[in-house]
Structures are given as C-alpha cells and as structure tokens.
Nanobody, 123 residues
Framework: QVQLVESGGGLVQAGGSLRLSCAAS????????MAWFRQAPGKERDFVAT????????RYGDSSKGRFTISRDNAKNTVSLQMNSLKPEDTAVYYC????????????????WGQGTQVTVSS
C-alpha cells in the first residue's frame, strides 16, 4: 500500500512557475513508476509526465514537454513536478500516481493516487 499526498499548488500568473511535490508513504516507493496527471473541469484526466523507478528515464505529454520537469528522490520518498512558463490552459487539479510498471502513459495503469492539488494560472 502506498499513500500519496500532493502539495505546492496555488494561483500563479501566466509565465510564472510552480513546483509540485508528492510525498509517498511506505518502504517500497522505489519499486514504483511515478507520474503526474491533471484534470480540468469537464475534461478527462490527462497525462503530464512520468518517471521510472530509479529516475533514469522520463516521458512527457505534448502539453508539458519543454516546460515541465519531473524528478524523484527515492531516499526521501518524493516525486516533484517543476512547472515553468505556465499558461492559463495549465489550470487543473494535478494528481500524483504510482504504478507497478515503468513509464506508463495511461491513467488506468496507475494503482495509487493522491487527492490532488489545484493549480490555477491567471492570464
């Protein structure tokens, strides 16, 4: 069992930056591929970024590529998402998720989810 708690969301102006963090419980954090997804009101949950169990590989969604960076610290059981050059269309609830496999892009592949943190980007 892994419990995930996100933090770092908030209100930011377009062009600004935010850093999201996800703290995981449990001693098996390093066995999981981790990811960030986001969901805007009335829309499906979209893939943002994923990182392999050892942090050696990453994948990004088209909307986040070049602006967002995912990282993890297995010693601290945390995964982070650095978001730069934010746009109003980045406004959503951001979720941290864990999967038994690596570099999965589909939400259905993730078995543990956090409660989400709201990110709002004003124009």
């Amino acid at each position: 069992q892994v419990q995930l708690v996100e933090s770092g969301g908030g209100l930011v102006q377009a062009g600004g930056s935010l850093r999201l963090s996800c703290a995981a419980s449990g001693r098996t954090f390093g066995l999981y591929g981790m990811a960030w997804f986001r969901q805007a009101p009335g829309k499906e949950r979209d893939f943002v970024a994923t990182i392999s169990w050892n942090g050696g590989s990453t994948r990004y969604g088209d909307s986040s590529k070049g602006r967002f960076t995912i990282s993890r610290d297995n010693a601290k059981n945390t995964v982070s998402l650095q978001m730069n050059s934010l746009k109003p269309e980045d406004t959503a609830v951001y979720y941290c998720a864990a999967a038994l496999g690596n570099l999965r892009l589909r939400a259905a592949d993730y078995i543990y989810w956090g409660q989400g943190t709201q990110v709002t980007v004003s124009s």
